[in-house]
């Protein structure tokens, strides 16, 4: 959980959590030590409960197997995810780093600079490239979404 500091906007928070990537990326040598980081992430993951392995939480646009549930806390989006990939597993574990339990408008008004500013598409085959992609669009979506259903409630 990412809790609001006093006194840092929430989304300053966000782009804090860019920044730690950044930093961490830059600290790591060379690109084999960066993907064994990624595919470590990914299997720190949480669980992903079995009753959301289902072609309604199945992410389309990803050559492997993701799934993705999203659920709004206490106005925040809370968000889980998993993959049968390693690598696409650990790049799910830095989005949500970035993104899940966070006001579903900042995560709109945050663009994920921290995939450029690590060159990370430029390492990742075109495949997963466009599943980064198409997770990254799922996360907007599904804020954009709730950011309605927060308006519709007040």
Known sequence: MHASSAGLDSTAELVAAQEEIVETFSLLEDWTDRYQYI??????LPPFPEEYKTEGYRLKGCQSQVWIKTELVDGLLHIRATSDS??????????????SDRRPADIIATPPDFIRRIELES?????????????????????VEALAKVHRAS
């Open 86 to 99: 390693a690598i696409v597993a650990g790049l799910i574990a830095l989005l949500l780093r970035v993104y």
């Open 123 to 143: 390492h990742l085959s075109p495949t997963r490239s466009n599943g980064l992609s198409a997770m990254i669009q799922q996360i907007r979506q599904m804020a």
């Open 39 to 44: 595919i470590d992430l990914g299997k720190r």
